[in-house]
């Protein structure tokens, strides 16, 4: 062969390398540190509301004023989720991390000067910036995942994201009822109070220094075909009110919006009145009804990495969180039943099973709005996600107590079993569009081409004279990565991966079967 044959070939399969994708050791250390500081947030949602009637009698409010501290982590969310989406698209993951850890970090100090019995409103007034903090954290998880993790870990790491959150409300349901015992003496009652306060705020402190010298912004190199292309789509060809637009406009997820925010509303609510409708039937329980509350979540934890490895083995994703739904009704229909038995031994076993469902469906629902909306990021999807639920949970929390004080907590039940009907039957419906999955199939698809073509033209060696262009001269939008041309290329690509009409799918087969020719 002759040397400018040879200088061809090579440059052929260069052009030909798809782009490079690396999995980091460090991926591991950022999704536990955000699980950490998400732990400290979420324990600080239920501290208040497990221990409902000790914060009534110590601050001499109603028990709605004490619900309302829980409330409040939802009612926050819901003016400020879409300005903190903007920020997390426009200035990353590190940015929204180290503002989340500040704002927590400054909340917990609040609430330590708030133990006075007149000093209610400074005690609402941290849990106000605890709440904010919130917003910044929730959206994070399927970000994390996309951003670090390769295509078969996403739904694992997301998993791992929400499993903090999971945790940090489950040591709230058990914690509390044990740091501060029902005393009568209002000074003793301060003093565990404050001890509560302290440990809180000496670990968001700790947590707020960890993430300003560990969590990182990205990988150098990224991890998956998907996200690589997404690297690739110009700033300028990106408008955030545009991507809102177009998930709005996006009927599969509007209908994941709405039953995702059914199904997590009901777990609010349930959580938030748990001590009140526990105590109802077991006088002086609170101990047991913060292990209760720790039962529904440490089972949910195990269901989010289950289902979380199983979305990442099998891809089912709607028959997964159809089937979750499902069993999630099931179960508050059976926990509805049998909180009034008189047996605690069976009130844990059915909290233990709505649990599993009812909070083994949150990375479900991060990870199916991930695949319906693929490329649009995943802060914006998991915001409107959040904001639903948020919504929802306010609306059942007021409604299920007011059901509660008036007609008694079977009822109060039923009425959160109706609405988990009306979220299954709209989960059926959901179109199962897996975007990101086709975009990584489509890549492979690609790479798989040019192994082949390049084999072929070693094995060949044709002289210059009939060398012919390289299929990615001969169409502009499979130019090699890292060129001016597969950048302003990149993003109809993608689209037509995640959206292709008939003309698109039939011109790709036909570039796949000439380029294998």
Partial sequence: MSGSAELEVKGDRSAAEPPATRLYRRRWLVVLLFSSYSLCNAFQWIQYGIINNIFTKFYGVSSFAVDWLSMVYMLTYIPFIFP???????????AVALLANAVNCLGTWVKVASVRRDLFWVTMLGQFATSLAQVFILGMPSQIASVWFGSDEVSTACSIGVFGNQLGIAIGFLVPPIL??????????????????????????????????????????????????????????????????????????????????????????????????????????EVNAGKIGLTIVVAGMVGSLVCGIWLDRTKTYKQTTLTVYLLSL?????????????HLWVVFLTSGALGFFMTGYLPLGFEFAVELTYPESEGTSSGLL????????????????KIIDNFGTLAGNIFLCVFLLIGSIMTALIKSDLRRQKANQLAEAEVAADSVQDHGATATQRPPALTQPHPTNRHPSLAPEGTARHVHHTLPRVRSAVGPTPSDDLHATCL???RKQ
């Fill in 512 to 514: 796949l079967k000439r």
């Fill in 180 to 285: 501060v015992p029902n005393v009568d003496d209002m000074d003793e009652l301060g003093h565990h109070i404050s001890i509560m306060f302290y440990i809180t705020a000496a670990v968001a402190t700790l947590l707020f220094l960890l993430v300003v010298v560990a969590f990182q912004e990205k990988p150098e190199i990224p991890p998956s075909q998907a996200q690589a292309a997404a690297r690739n789509i110009p700033s300028d060809q990106y408008s955030y009110l545009a991507s809102i637009s177009r998930l709005l406009h996006n009927r599969p997820f509007i209908l994941l919006v709405i039953s995702y925010g059914l199904n997590v509303g009901c777990f609010y609510a349930v959580s938030t009145l748990l001590n009140r409708m526990i105590i109802e039937h077991y006088p002086g329980e």
């Fill in 84 to 94: 903190v989406t903007w920020l997390l698209d426009r200035k990353g993951l590190r």
């Fill in 386 to 401: 959040n904001c639903s639920a948020q919504v929802f949970g306010i609306i059942f929390t007021i409604c299920q107590g």
């Fill in 330 to 342: 099931v179960g508050m229909a059976v926990y509805a039943f049998t909180l009034n038995v008189g």
